[in-house]
């Protein structure tokens, strides 16, 4: 594995031990050598290919809560010297200690589930799995006038090595085949969108999610919102759908139970673990180890074996996701949750796949326990502030009369402050369901891969941002 | 990879050589049209936090993308690995997939233009910024911090963050193009919570410039985010109903950023854009020109060309409520029958320095005209549709009753739609600061939804 990277474990270690130099703590060499490629079908031809390779080097070095950081692509041995230098240079002191002799250890297994792997599949096979998902949502009907369907893929390997001894290597494998189509009628154009994917191989395109569905998936969502309403406006009851809705955990919950967050005392949960934040019905996980998902990894970015880490337990904090730096400040043990974008990115705590875990209610009788109030089906994204303010996106909803779903809704937003939204948990199904595996979550200006889940829930009452 | 030369060779002309191999090569590899960018960056950035430097970082990176065209049909590729046997395989597999794609009668470089290339004139590089010392720049960021954290009201400190950077891009390609530039930017800004734990405020102020003698000063800077943060304390909630709303500068910025989304020529020609088609029509109040100037001085959007190497210019995209322009690259030009604008942008199409012209209303004369409405401050979340131009976001505001602010705002949601609400521009604001490249003054809209309870 290594040998795939213009390094040896020899000149690492006196990467780490020059980084060490003036007094550092900890020291990190984190390399990486990515490939991707795309395949864009537009307007009924293969509008464009993409390929890229990147390889590249950073270092990082810790004292107490302060980091140094450089990187490079140029991996001649000045260049590794010079960045492992502008680390060091985070203090300007005598060397307190040498790295320590590398000991090899190994990720975890069965995380990626690849029989096939994209990255070395013909493209004429890639082109064929996006014109099928292309064809099916511009046959489906005669109102889709447009469409597009996108397929990624890439392949990234990484080797991070500390002072503490740690070397380890994986290499990660990522694909997404995503269509969006446009309907018109009238003048009006409405747009609909479906994807699957994740830390699989091309043979999932045959069995768990076909090209066809997310080609027809994506006309379906555009034609159902041709019909749609404008969204009603005030606070009503809202029921989630399984599934997509796990975005709201994803925002009103999850980030600001990152750790960093809770370090710096920004966020709102930063003095309460183990007391109560919300209903008891909810439970919250994050897990990078549920095999094949987009947001799992065998290793975190910085080298640390992840775990299923409870959040969340009946309602009262029980957990928060680490990285190195704030495990270390809050003497609390690591998570595995420090993740980056690439080389040119310092590890922060992130999310992998977070969720809220079943209940013991049965789905269709939380919508029939609802006589006026907003159904939420299918998402767009959602942003947060650390004060608990968060909003997120609805691109398509029901109206809930008397306990049915009727008419569709358009573009909604949904606005909340967090403790106050999960204290109004009423009811939680027991349908546990995951998004679609093409979520990407963006913190400090670095994106990564995520997955998010829930199962059916109904809020008391939450403020709808309608038209009237 | 150029070969053996004897003498030292200044870091453009290195770029240049690169460049030009690579689509020397594209083209022995049978492309029949070859482009090369290649991006030397340098960046530097420190966050301190609490009155300690929390992360300092320098790094530089070398970076080549690629585009080849053969029979009509293109192919991209892009690479940070710039060993000659990587580079050499990267351009053999693009020409290689580009016979899979499929042929495009529009695909194609664009012609060398007979313009002459703007130069010195546009003052995007400050030569002194590399000679800076990393004390001085912390000491800026170390000042800002202080200044703010100095209000009593302030609880917690996001910190403070300076980051200067300074790159040189180079293009070359088949068609005789040759340009290369050298760019400086830098920002200083601060991020602040006021309030205890279970009821902040929230807010951030920066400044951003091409020349690191004109950042605002750490005090005006740390000035604003405090005001900024300290007037949203003990907001409330609205009840739902249709108010004007007054958009601050910063939000002028998304607004026009999502303007922009709709303007742009590759979703006019994808149709994902509600304006598509109404070229030369009124879309908006007559009060309303916006422009993209790619030629503005020392503009953050400012370029002497575009990434299909053609010549920058100032574009009027909306003249006294008339829709006159796309922005387009050379690909969504030639789709739509149009000229390119210059708006080339990576592969796609994207903002020079966009922005809405300012008006002739100070923001205080605006808000002492309005009996009851909300002035926007902030706002989180998507919510923005360019298909059917439908806007919906999360807001913070602050309530205006009898021509003056009465309470801070929070835990409400905006909507409406942009067609529409150009149409409604009440009154525009004189003050335009182009902080950004996508901005604009403040503005009165007539009417949107506000939820509450």
Request: hydrophobic share 40%.
């Amino acid at each position: 594995m290594t040998d795939r990277f213009p390094l040896d474990r020899h000149d690492i270690r006196r990467v780490l031990d020059l980084a060490l130099a003036s007094g550092g703590d900890f020291a990190e060499v984190y390399v990486e050598r990515h490939y991707a490629a795309f395949v864009e079908l537009e307007e009924d031809i293969v509008k464009e290919t993409g390929e890229s390779v990147g390889l590249g080097l950073s270092v990082r070095v810790l004292k107490g809560d302060q980091t140094g950081f450089g990187y490079t692509n140029d991996l001649s041995p000045e260049k590794v010297r010079k960045v492992a230098l502008t680390a060091a240079a985070i203090v300007n002191g005598r060397r307190k200690l040498a790295p320590s002799r590398p000991r090899a250890a190994s990720p975890l297994a069965g995380i990626y589930r690849v029989r096939r792997p994209a990255h070395s599949a013909r493209l004429a096979e890639k082109i064929g799995l996006a014109r099928e998902a292309y064809d099916s949502a511009r046959r489906f009907d005669p109102r889709i006038t447009k469409v597009k369907a996108h397929l990624q893929d890439s392949f990234r390997e990484i080797l991070v090595a500390n002072s503490e001894g740690l070397f380890v290597a994986d290499a990660r494998p990522m694909v997404r085949l995503v269509c969006s189509a446009i309907a018109e009628k009238r003048g009006r154009r409405e747009s609909g969108f479906w994807g699957g994917g994740g830390r699989v191989g091309l043979e999932y395109f045959s069995r768990a999610l076909t090209p066809r569905v997310i080609g027809e998936e994506a006309a379906r969502e555009a034609l159902v919102l041709l019909e749609a309403a404008d969204p009603p406006a005030g606070e009503m009851p809202v029921v989630l759908a399984p599934g997509h809705s796990g975005v709201l955990i994803h925002e009103a919950v999850g980030h600001l139970l990152e750790a960093d967050f809770v370090r710096k005392k920004t966020s709102i949960f930063w003095n309460k673990l183990g007391r109560k934040v919300g209903s008891g019905l909810i439970t919250i996980f994050d897990d990078p180890t549920i095999p094949g998902f987009r947001g799992s990894y065998a290793v975190d970015d910085e080298g640390t074996r992840p775990r299923k880490t409870l959040l969340i337990e009946k309602g009262r904090v029980r957990g928060f996701l680490q990285d190195r730096l704030s495990a270390r400040m809050l003497k609390r043990p690591l998570t595995g949750h420090g993740r980056r974008e690439g080389y040119e990115s310092p590890p922060i705590p992130r999310m992998s796949n977070t969720y809220i875990d079943r209940g013991e209610d049965d789905p269709a009788d939380i919508i029939r326990s609802v006589r006026k109030g907003f159904y939420v089906q299918s998402l767009q994204g959602g942003e947060v502030e650390d004060s608990g303010k968060f909003t997120f996106s609805v691109s398509l909803g029901y109206l809930i009369e008397s306990g049915r779903l009727t008419a569709p809704i358009r573009q909604a937003t949904l606005i909340g402050t967090n403790i106050d939204i999960l204290n109004r948990v009423e009811a939680v199904g027991s349908d546990l369901a995951f998004s679609l595996q093409t979520g990407t979550c963006g913190k400090e200006g670095q994106s990564v891969p995520v997955t998010d889940g829930c199962p059916t829930i109904k809020i008391s009452a939450m403020t709808v941002g309608g038209r009237r | 990879m150029s070969g053996g030369r004897a003498r030292p060779r200044a870091a453009s002309e290195e770029l240049t050589d690169l460049a030009e191999w690579v689509v020397g090569f594209a083209l022995r590899c049978g492309a029949d049209e070859a482009e090369a960018v290649v991006n030397d960056g340098f960046e530097f950035n420190v966050d301190v936090r609490k009155g300690r430097v929390e992360h300092l970082e320098e790094a530089g990176e070398k970076a080549l993308r690629l585009r080849v065209i053969k029979d009509g049909r293109t192919a991209h590729a892009a690479s940070s690995d710039l060993e000659p046997g990587v580079l050499r395989r990267l351009v053999r597999n693009a020409v290689t997939r580009a016979r899979l794609s499929s042929p495009d009668e529009y695909a194609g470089l664009a012609p060398l233009s007979t313009t002459a290339l703007p130069g010195p004139e546009l003052d995007i590089y400050d030569p002194d910024m590399a000679g800076l010392a990393a004390a001085a720049k912390i000491k800026l960021a170390l000042e800002t911090e202080r200044v703010a954290l100095s209000d009593k009201r302030i609880t917690n400190s996001h910190g403070a963050t300076l980051t200067s950077a300074e790159g040189r891009l180079v293009i070359v390609n088949s068609n005789g193009f040759r340009g290369d530039y050298r760019q400086t930017y830098c920002s200083l800004g601060v991020g602040l919570q006021a309030g205890e734990t279970d009821n902040r405020a929230e807010d951030y102020w920066f400044s951003a410039k091409r020349h690191f003698r004109d950042l605002d000063p750490p005090e005006a800077i740390a000035r604003k985010a405090v005001a900024r943060t300290v007037r949203h304390l003990n907001p409330r909630k609205l009840r739902t109903g249709n108010v004007p709303v007054i958009f601050e500068p910063t939000q002028t910025a998304w607004l026009l950023g999502f303007l922009f989304a709709c303007v742009s020529g590759t979703a006019v020609y994808q149709k994902s854009t509600f304006l598509a088609g109404r070229l030369g029509r009124l879309i908006a109040h007559p009060r309303v020109t916006v422009v993209d100037d790619g030629l503005l001085p020392r503009g953050l959007g400012t370029r002497p060309f575009d990434s299909d190497g053609l010549p920058s210019q100032r574009t009027e995209v909306i003249k006294n409520g008339r829709l006159l322009n796309y922005l387009c690259n050379f690909y969504a030009a030639r789709k739509l029958g149009l000229k390119s604008t210059a708006n080339a942008s990576g592969t796609g199409v994207g903002p020079t320095n966009f922005y809405l012209m300012p008006g002739p209303e100070t923001p205080e004369r605006m808000i002492v005209g309005t009996r009851r409405g909300l002035i926007l401050t902030k706002t989180i979340g998507h919510g923005l549709n360019p298909v059917t131009g439908d806007i919906s976001r999360g807001a913070f505001g602050l309530w205006v009753e009898g021509g003056e602010v009465t309470f801070p705002v929070a835990e409400v949601t905006i909507s409406g739609n942009l067609g529409r609400m150009l149409k409604e521009v009440e009154a525009i604001g004189n003050d335009l600061d182009l902080t950004s490249a996508v901005t604009g003054p403040t503005v009165k809209f007539a009417e949107m939804t506000v939820a509450g309870r």
